[in-house]
Each structure stands twice: as structure tokens, then as C-alpha cells.
């Protein structure tokens, strides 16, 4: 028979665990509220989001090509991703410009990383309420917010930040059950993120650094085969595809170390500007790259109280945690080797300490790597065994005024990133331009010139940039496109910076017409022009009034092009390479009548009937 002492007992218990469970049950709920209030937050920022730069090229690429190894496995400046040329492929097919699809995805996407983050801070801390604050950290860091604007950064980081608590979860599963079964969930998952993003390889190694310092260590040899076996396996395919892979320079990649002083100081600023103060709520204030992103721009008296506060926070944890060292140098390693690393490999000697250095898409998946470190940093691994060097001070709460002036600095940095036009105008551009085509008549010749800068830099994605590539999709089939303006073409149009289409005019020299127009026949005839006409290519427009068909030769110093002339009155048009203050032109065949002759470049007609009259705005 059981005393009355030993009821006591087991009722005791069981409101204890009772207790456990309710306290669970609002952790829980708490969670999920700050998932889903983040998604109401971010979401007037994602909204306003449009595609940029590269996402045009992706798109247009996807276009061109059919779902094939050599398409998905292509490694583009460093970066091996078939989930997300498969996703642009698919993009491409699903209407081009589906901005309302990224969004949802992008939503999606952030929805499933702040839940994935809960279940392994549950799983390897348990549900107590400790974990609601790096869950806090995650939702609120604005080291994710740029990334959250530029449609392919969202397709690499946003699978990234949730394949690694799913897949340390799993692994954290697995060293306290030894089911095979959550090891291999934690390779899937890895193998997931693999697929979207090259720093996916360090969540195996996270896994590792993990159980050294936390987790049961016996007995592990065969799953850190089964890891081993994965990570070299991956990096044969990538190393392979890296050196073989052409890129849109038409050459393979060549890495090479920067200059040492070039990489020191863009490490440092990678590290003091940008990764110490979006962890405490910056960086405050950004530096504008165009008209629809930003970088960080941390004032630099906010820097060095962020490296203070930040050295403080570290020295607290390791004062009073046992194995908080370990958890600051994983974060640290991270950075090192995920972050910086790539960017002195492939980027920094282009870009510079500055811009490489405060770009926080290169950081902006250390967020969920920085959430996990500070709550091994700070909480007690469930099962943990002596978790304290000394007993956690009195003041417990001392942490609540520091996390509230930084998730008031998040707010704050939030909004002025927010501030910014974003997608406003390019989406204005592309959506004006995507009525023009639907607008003009059929068949009708568009000059191939270059998109805006602020749209896709030609600078970085060369024919990419052209019209024909970004609004070509939009309009498949509907008009022909010519990069150069040779013979009589007929009406030519070309797209202005707001996404028209004007009629075209030569901007440059003119050679009026006289009184009649000037016979030309197998003799060259010279035309001498206003002004020089220094090295290089103009369009030459020519008005004759001609008897008979005939082909014009048109000579510009040492350059010159054969173009048709047709019967009657019209213009034809030629592409020549040279210089001079002097025009020649000579027939073959029959002479020709030659009234006005410009020669320049190829402009939108500043007196001409836009179509449609007004841009289109979002």
C-alpha cells in the first residue's frame, strides 16, 4: 500500500508536470504570435518589393534554356544553385514578372525559417520561456532585411535559414534516441539547403561543434561517416562545376587572394559595421545603392558602442556559462569562413572595402546562426549537466532594458529601410514597357538598347541588360528587335528610361538638305559635318528621294557600312565605326537623290507621341 506521504508525492508531480505542460502550451503560443506578427511586420516591406538586377538575367536565362544538368548545376560567380534556376525557370513560365508569386513565396518562406527556429530551440532547450528572446532576435534583426528585397538573394538565404534548425534539430534528435532516421532527416534537410545555397555545407559542421560541446558524444562514429561522406561528395560536384562553369565574362572562375591590407579592412567592416550592430538593432541609418536598395550605413560613434556592448554581452555569458566560448567561436568561425571568405575570393577586389564591407546580403544568413549562439550562449541545454560556472546572478532581468533598445533600434532601422522607393520604379518601368509592347502594331522594330542602370547595370550583366532580354518575355514574338539600325527601316522605335516606346531620333550632326536633293552615284561624294565626330559607333540617317532601288556605301574616316536605299521617297539607316568632319557617300548600281543627313546616336524623339502617353505607376 502506498503511505499518504507517497501520494502526496505523485501529485505533486503530476502538478508539476502539469504546470510544465501549461507553461509549454504559452511558450508555444507565444512563439507562434511572434512568427506571425513578424509576418504582418515584414510584409509592408516584402509588398513593396519588386525583381532587380540579376533576377532579370536568372529569368531571362531560364527562358533560354530547357531543365537540364548542365542549366541547373551551372556555377554562377561561386554560387551552385539548381533549387533556384529551377524556381526561374518555372518563374519564366508562369507569366515572367510575377511579383505577386515572389511575394507569397518570400512569405512563405520567412514563415517557415521563424517556425523551424522555434522547433529547435524547443527541441534542444525545452519550452521555457529563455527561448522566446533569440526567436526575438531572429524576427526582429535587420541583418535580414535587405536580402529580403532582391528576389535571388531570397531564393538562397530564406531555404538556407530553414534547412539549418530543421536540420539541427534532427541531428540534436538523433544523438539522444540514436534513430537513424533523424540522422537522415538531418542530411535531407542539408541536402535541401545545399541545393539553394553554397554555405550549406557549415550546417554539418554546425551539427559537429554542437555535439562537442553539448550533446551525448558516444557512439557517434558512424553518423560522422555518414556527414563526411555527404560533404565530400558535394564538394567534388561543386569544385568541378566551379572551374568548368562559364560565366557571362566567357571565361571559367579564376579565385585569387586580394591584397592583405584590402581584406583586412573589409573584414573589419564586415564584422564592427555591420555584423555587431544589426545584432543590437542596426545599423540605423543606410547608404542607398539606386533607387530600390540600401547598405548599411552605421555612424561610426554607434559602431564603436556596438563593439562595446557587444564585448559585454560575450563577457557576461562567459563569466557565468559553461561552454559559452564554444558557442561565441562557432559564430565567429561562421562568419570567417561562410561569410568573409567567399567575398575575399570572388568579390572584394571589384567592390571594394566599403561596399563589400556593408552589404549585408553577404551576412544576412548569420542571423539564424547568431540566434542559436546566443542561446547556447545563454540557456541550458535541456539534460544539460552543470550548465553554470557560478551561479547566474540576482538580476536575471538586467538583459530587458538592453533588449529593448535593441528591438526599438530594429524598428527604427526597419522603417528607414522601408522609406526607400524599393521595386516603385522599377516596376513602374517594366509594367509601362510590358503596355508599350502590348500597344504597338505587330512586327514593328525596336532598337536592342540598354535597360536603365537602375533596372539591370550593363556594367555586371552585359547583353542580359539589353530590352530584348528583360521585356522581351513579356512580349514574346510580338516585335523584332535590332541592336543596330541598318537600311530603311520603317517607323523604328526606341524604349526612353520610363519604359515608352518613341519613334527614334538621330541626336548628333546634321547635314541640312538644300534646295533639291544631292545626286550620288558610283563617285564618292563628300558631305563635310558641322563638327568632328570623335572615335567610335553612330547611326547615320540618310533621306533620299530615288528613282530606282540601290545599295549606299557611307564612309566615316576609315569605317564604313552598305545599306539598302529603296525607291522613292524615304531614309535609310547605317552603323558606322570611325571619326572624322567629313561623311562620303557612293552608290552600287543605280544613283541616288540624298536630302538631310544626321549622324550620331539613336535617341527617343524628344517631340514624339510616347506610347502610352503616361508611364504607368504602381
Known amino acids: 500500500m502506498l503511505s499518504r506521504g507517497g501520494i502526496a508525492g505523485r501529485k505533486d508531480d503530476g502538478v508539476a508536470r502539469a504546470g510544465q505542460a501549461v507553461r509549454g502550451d504559452v511558450v508555444l503560443a507565444a512563439g507562434l504570435l511572434m512568427v506571425a506578427a513578424q509576418l504582418v511586420w515584414k510584409f509592408e516591406l516584402v509588398r513593396r518589393t519588386y525583381f532587380r538586377q540579376d533576377d532579370f538575367m536568372f529569368i531571362a536565362r531560364g527562358l533560354e534554356q530547357s531543365l537540364t544538368w548542365d542549366y541547373l548545376m551551372r556555377v554562377d560567380y561561386g554560387h551552385m544553385a539548381p533549387g533556384p534556376f529551377a524556381i526561374q525557370w518555372l518563374m519564366g513560365r508562369l507569366g515572367g514578372y510575377n511579383d505577386a508569386l515572389a511575394h507569397g513565396v518570400t512569405m512563405c518562406l520567412l514563415a517557415a525559417a521563424g517556425l523551424a527556429l522555434l522547433r529547435l530551440l524547443t527541441v534542444l532547450f525545452g519550452s521555457r520561456p529563455a527561448i522566446l528572446v533569440p526567436l526575438g532576435f531572429f524576427l526582429l534583426t535587420p541583418m535580414t532585411i535587405p536580402s529580403l528585397s532582391w528576389w535571388s538573394v531570397v531564393l538562397g538565404a530564406l531555404p538556407f535559414q530553414v534547412a539549418v534548425p530543421m536540420a539541427l534539430a534532427s541531428h540534436v534528435l538523433y544523438t539522444r534516441t540514436r534513430r537513424r532516421r533523424h540522422a537522415v532527416a538531418a542530411v535531407g ?137 564554444l558557442a561565441w567561436l562557432m559564430l565567429l568561425g561562421y562568419f570567417l569562413l561562410a561569410d568573409v571568405v567567399p567575398v575575399m575570393l570572388g568579390r572584394v577586389e571589384a567592390l571594394g572595402a566599403d561596399l563589400s564591407g556593408f552589404e549585408l546580403r553577404y551576412i544576412a544568413s548569420t542571423s539564424m546562426v547568431a540566434a542559436i549562439v546566443i542561446g547556447l550562449a545563454f540557456i541550458p541545454v535541456a539534460g544539460e549537466e552543470r550548465p553554470w560556472l557560478r551561479p547566474p546572478p540576482r538580476w536575471r532581468w538586467a538583459w530587458a532594458p538592453l533588449a529593448a533598445v535593441c528591438a526599438a533600434g530594429s524598428v527604427w532601422s526597419v522603417t528607414a529601410f522601408t522609406a526607400l522607393p524599393l521595386g516603385r520604379n522599377v516596376e513602374s518601368y517594366v509594367v509601362t514597357a510590358e503596355l508599350a509592347l502590348a500597344r504597338v502594331p505587330q512586327d514593328s522594330v525596336v532598337l536592342d538598347t540598354f535597360v536603365p542602370v537602375k533596372v539591370a547595370d550593363p556594367a555586371f550583366f552585359f547583353q542580359y541588360a539589353r530590352v530584348s532580354k528583360v521585356l522581351g518575355p513579356l512580349a514574346p514574338g510580338r516585335v523584332n528587335w535590332t541592336e543596330r539600325l541598318s537600311g530603311p527601316v520603317r517607323a523604328p522605335l526606341v524604349f526612353d528610361p520610363r519604359g515608352r516606346l518613341n519613334p527614334v531620333d538621330v541626336k548628333g550632326v546634321t547635314v541640312p538638305g538644300g534646295a533639291s536633293c544631292t545626286p550620288v552615284g558610283a ?96
Open 189 to 325: 534537410w542539408t541536402l535541401f539547403a545545399m541545393a539553394f545555397y553554397v554555405k550549406s555545407p557549415f550546417i554539418l559542421v554546425m551539427a559537429f561543434v554542437l555535439t562537442l560541446g553539448w550533446l551525448a558524444r558516444d557512439r557517434m562514429t558512424r553518423v560522422w561517416l555518414f556527414y563526411g561522406g555527404v560533404l565530400a561528395a558535394y564538394s567534388v560536384v561543386f569544385f568541378h562545376q566551379m572551374f568548368t562553369s562559364v560565366q557571362l565574362t566567357n571565361d571559367t572562375v579564376r579565385p585569387s587572394l586580394p591584397d592583405a591590407g584590402l581584406a583586412v579592412e573589409a573584414t573589419w567592416r564586415m564584422f564592427s559595421g555591420s555584423l555587431v550592430p544589426t545584432s543590437l538593432g542596426g545599423p540605423w541609418r543606410w547608404w542607398p545603392i539606386g533607387e530600390d536598395y540600401a547598405l548599411a550605413a552605421t555612424p561610426a560613434p554607434l559602431i564603436w558602442g556596438s563593439l562595446v556592448v557587444g564585448a559585454a554581452v560575450v563577457a557576461v555569458s562567459l563569466r557565468y556559462r559553461r561552454r559559452a566560448w
Open 523 to 618: 563617285e564618292e561624294v563628300v558631305f563635310p559635318l558641322p563638327e568632328r565626330l570623335a572615335a567610335g559607333e553612330w547611326t547615320v540617317l540618310v533621306t533620299y528621294l530615288n528613282s530606282a532601288e540601290t545599295t549606299l556605301i557611307v564612309r566615316l574616316g576609315g569605317g564604313q557600312a552598305e545599306v539598302r536605299a529603296g525607291r522613292d521617297l524615304g531614309a535609310t539607316y547605317a552603323t558606322v565605326h570611325g571619326e572624322g568632319d567629313e561623311l562620303a557617300l557612293r552608290t552600287v548600281g543605280a544613283p541616288a537623290c540624298v536630302g538631310e543627313i544626321r549622324a550620331g546616336q539613336p535617341v527617343p524623339a524628344e517631340h514624339g507621341t510616347p506610347i502610352p502617353a503616361r508611364p504607368v505607376l504602381p
